[in-house]
């Protein structure tokens, strides 16, 4: 929309007379490269409160900047005392705001870019002037904030099923120049954790897989693909969330690596995110004795954050905390200590803490009681204004509103999200050799099993879309619910039952999968998420992983289950007692 600088639109909307010699004049500093002379002369001309504000990264409710529903008006008012996101901006100058879908933020594309660009106008207009980093969790796969018509890509473990860099690069290239049509310019992603823990109940599939190489490129693929779509990437959740057993956001996970595993399987990726030049680092909120024996989490650590991602990886970028509101970074102090803490042990970004206010203040007031000083706080600040800086922010923050169609969700990206998820498949059993179905003879399948939400709201139910898209291929496919399922399986060519995160024992899903069996119809047994599900479930005449539960993915499944694509894809993670690391049938 502005031709101008945010610079410049920030003094021509809140009426101050700048020369061009001023630091915060038009001419400020330039998109896409850093001026760092002129960015540190604009650090040290903010207010203090300005200064505070733009550590905090925060939600807002509603669809609209300055015109949001009355219930989300309501929430505005409760939680932060404004009525509208706009109102919230200028009142604590904030840095950033991120996306959620149930904060209603992310209807459709359009949208999306108009509230991008009322919350720019906002902050152009109040304060110092400096343009929003706004954020999203977009990382594609079981975490994805924004759905149709967006294009929606296969998961990190799906893409570390596929094993390409260069499809690893397409995917995070394709994914972040979406999100920069929205003015979108931060994502947090990609994960970087090795998933060394079939117990994971946090990470999973969220991770490309367990081998610390293998993930190491396909993380820097990513940082590349982001990076070069002008989105700011973050590798997270330092110094790896990979191998615990208690999810983060309601309780504190314990990391019981010793410092050589450390180094061995939880380093690698994020050294090599660092290495290829990721703007951002996430820290997460975990215990790690080994690495810190205080038991404070990771993002209040100074030994991990300072110690280790500043001074033994060299990372210069920026910090941001995992979200404020998590159980995990709660537990030990209160909502007003917690923000401190995380600038004292070398955090930047202050994302979405549950009492904005309260965290606000308390940051202003150790300030001003000396147990921060500005200087450290400039610090931050000028970090975060080099990554704004260098995704092209103060060259031109706003998001053309009439170039959204033809950018988001096109047919060459989705093109592009299937070429990608052709590659991801893994056919694991078929010792009778059942796979592929021949479409041709128009088989009659039944599908079943697990309809788990889709990430976005906007795909699925898996079955119905496995159905639909077997039948698309020339199959006469039915999806039924599992209580319908067995008694309807007798004359049916096969039954295809999604399998979805199951638990070890008895429980539905085995039940189900068990009873199909004893039906004595082949049953294909189709893991639509964790690839671990077999090593927990009776054998079936043939097993596929597809570790994402999105159309993307089932469509890739759909083709190779009756042969128009071959299986391709690798196991990234072993499965305990059945298969190993890289297994994957071929036809």
């Given amino acids: 929309m502005a031709a101008a600088t945010a610079a410049g639109a920030a003094a021509s909307a809140s009426g101050s007379h700048r020369t061009p010699d001023d630091p915060r004049s038009p001419e400020g500093p330039p998109g896409r490269r850093t001026d760092p002379a002129r960015l540190r002369a604009l650090v040290a001309s903010m207010e203090l409160p300005e200064l505070v504000g733009q550590l905090f990264v925060s939600r807002a409710y509603g669809h609209s900047a300055t015109d949001p529903d009355p219930a989300d008006a309501e929430l505005n008012r409760a939680q932060f005392g404004v009525r509208t996101a706009a109102e919230l901006v200028a009142r ?31 902050a152009a207009g109040s304060g110092a002037g400096i343009p929003l980093l706004l954020s999203v969790d977009q990382e594609h796969g079981a975490v994805a904030r924004i759905g149709r018509p967006a294009t929606l890509l296969p998961g990190a473990m799906a893409l570390g099923a596929g094993g390409s860099s260069a499809d690893a690069r397409r995917a995070a290239r394709v994914a972040g120049a979406e999100l920069a049509a929205l003015g979108i310019r931060q994502d947090y992603a990609p994960v970087a954790d090795v998933n060394v823990n079939p117990a994971n109940p946090v990470i999973g599939v969220r991770s490309f897989g367990s081998d610390p190489q293998a993930v190491a490129e396909l993380v820097a693929a990513q940082v590349g693909g982001y990076q070069g779509a002008g989105v700011a990437a973050t590798a997270k959740h330092f ?29 690698p990726p994020f050294r090599a995110a ?17 690495l810190d024996p205080s038991g404070d989490p990771a993002t209040l650590s100074r030994p991990i954050v300072t110690g280790i991602l500043r001074e033994r990886l060299g990372f210069r970028g920026v910090v941001v905390t995992d979200a404020l509101d998590m159980a995990g970074v709660r537990q030990k102090y209160g909502d007003d200590r917690v923000p401190v803490l995380a600038l004292k042990a070398g ?20 300030v001003q009681s000396g147990e921060l000083t500005r200087e450290r706080v400039e610090e931050s600040v000028l970090r975060i204004l080099e990554v704004k800086a260098r995704r092209g922010l103060f060259e031109d923050p706003y998001a053309d509103e009439a170039r959204v169609d033809a950018v988001v969700g096109t047919r060459e990206h989705l093109a592009a999200a299937d070429a990608v998820a052709a590659g991801t498949t893994t056919l694991l059993a078929n010792p009778r050799g059942l796979l592929p179905l021949d ?37 006469r496919a039915q999806a039924l619910p599992p209580e319908r399922a067995v008694a309807a399986a007798p004359g049916n060519t096969a039954v295809l039952v999604c399998t979805y995160n199951v638990p070890e024992g008895d429980g539905p899903q085995r039940t189900l999968v068990a009873d199909l069996v004893a039906t004595g119809v082949p049953v294909v047994l189709v893991a639509v998420r964790n690839p671990y599900d077999p090593a927990r479930l009776p054998r079936c005449a ?46």
Avoid at 275 to 289: K, L, Q, R, S
Avoid at 441 to 461: E, Q
């Fill in 347 to 366: 955090c930047d970004q202050l994302l979405n803490a549950p009492d904005l206010g309260l965290a606000y203040r308390s940051v202003l007031a150790a």
């Fill in 239 to 267: 110094p790896g969330h990979g191998d615990t057993e208690t999810d983060s956001h309601v309780g504190l996970p314990v990391m019981r690596h010793s410092r050589a595993q450390w180094e061995e399987l939880d380093e």
């Fill in 92 to 122: 604590y100058h904030l840095g950033g705001i991120v996306y959620f879908a149930w904060a209603h933020n992310t209807r459709s594309p359009r949208q999306i870019a108009a509230l991008s660009n009322g919350l720019q106008r906002a």
């Fill in 439 to 475: 479409a041709s003879a128009g088989p009659r399948l039944l599908v079943t099993g697990a309809d788990p939400a889709s990430p976005t709201g906007t795909t699925g139910p898996p079955t119905a879309v496995l159905a639909r898209e077997l039948t698309a291929l020339g199959c």
């Fill in 274 to 290: 660092v290495e290829a030049g990721a703007d951002v680092v996430m820290t997460a909120h975990i215990v790690f004795p080994a």
């Fill in 542 to 587: 043939a097993e596929v992983a597809t570790y994402t539960w999105t159309d993307v993915e089932l469509r890739a499944a759909a083709r190779v289950l009756t042969g128009a694509e071959r299986p391709s894809g690798r196991l990234p993670v072993p499965v305990p007692g059945r298969y190993p690391l890289g297994h994957g049938l071929e036809y």
